[in-house]
């Protein structure tokens, strides 16, 4: 039987949203896996909305999930109505968006909290010894979302994204763009895409790892 | 010296902007052809505003170059201030805002309007024999841009945007998704992509295979 992943979107737009080259590439792997895909979002507002030319915030009110639909030609379920049942795997694709609407971490660092769904969905993965795969800044969540000692990579360890990981407990493991961070025991793949200075063709690579590598372990 | 496309969005989502796989697939074969290219868009705003989850216009007014700029990243030009002397290429991408902000297609069809400085600059380009793409719907301009005669696809003829070109006066000819339509004398490349019932990884071809024809001709 095919199997069947789960895509978590946080909105769309790399600065308030998910990084639309990632939420891309990871879709387009899936696809030239022949593995079907479903992506999803939680149905609330982002905590806001920022003009991607000038990086001004505009006085708007944004729902992450009608945003989202955006990425996926508007095929798209809320995030509270998925049961990780139906899945094999989950990837969450990065973007601001992951550390402003699906987590604090923008705001409040290490004290962050993170959606209430999206712990429930990617636990509920984790708890059936399925695979979950992190890109970018998505990394960031991983100490809350599996405990102390997870190994995981936001790229460099000076970045202070990685600093904050190991404060919150992760084994943060240097990456390369084009290579993952995998840890075995709990089935986690991470690979650090645009939290490094790089081109959408490396980004390519390096979300294509990681989508084999979760694949392998569903 | 390293050739420079310019690519010509028009929003950020299929149903009212730029269709984002098509932007996103565009962008990551210039690159992995080692290529640089420069996104631009018109500084105009939107048509409307789609919930792309539900169909349904939202009373909101979003900036054509300032949502496309959600699509790389913030990197992107005003097409108005853009000089196609600067440029080896340019592609256009396909969703319904090509149809609707580049152009009055969607609304007045073979009666259609296009765009000021996208007519400047791709005639700008096509006058100095340099190559065009375009994906999607955006061939549904071929006739006015190039004049009668010109050979472009948009998928089956039986289409009706398909019909359309051909009532403008182009020849119309029917494309697979993972080919490309090719008008030798005009340097026009054009591929049908979502113009059909598709998945990612046969865009990801089709757009390949147009990538490659236009920087083999620039």
Redesign the interface.
């Known amino acids: 039987m095919s199997k069947k992943v789960a895509v978590i979107l946080s909105g ?4 308030d ?1 998910a ?3 990632e939420a ?2 990871v ?2 792997r899936l ?2 896996a022949g593995v079907e895909y479903q992506c999803m979002a939680p149905n609330v507002n982002q905590m806001h909305v920022l ?3 000038t ?1 001004q915030e505009m006085q ?1 009110t944004r729902n992450v ?2 945003e989202a ?3 996926c ?2 095929n ?1 379920v809320d995030l509270a109505e998925a049961n990780p049942n139906d899945y094999d795997a989950v990837i969450v694709p990065g973007g601001f968006g992951v550390a402003k609407n699906l987590s604090s971490f923008a705001v409040d660092g290490t004290d962050m909290t993170i959606n209430a769904d999206l712990v429930r969905f990617v636990q509920g993965i984790h708890k059936q010894s399925k695979p979950v795969g992190l890109v970018c800044i998505a990394p960031a969540l991983a100490p809350k979302l599996f405990g102390e000692g997870v190994a995981c990579t936001l790229g460099s360890s000076e970045d202070d994204a990685a600093k904050a990981v190991m404060a919150m407990g992760a084994n943060h493991v240097p990456c390369a763009v084009d290579e993952v961070c995998i840890d075995e025991e709990r089935k986690l793949v991470t690979t650090p895409a ?1 939290m490094l200075d790089i ?3 490396q980004a ?1 690579v390096g979300i294509g790892k990681l989508v084999e590598a979760v694949l392998a372990r569903a």
């Open positions: 769309c737009g790399v600065f949203g990084e639309v080259y891309t590439l879709q387009l696809d030239e003009n991607h030319i990086g708007e999930m009608v639909a955006r990425l030609r508007g798209i645009y081109r959408i063709s390519a």
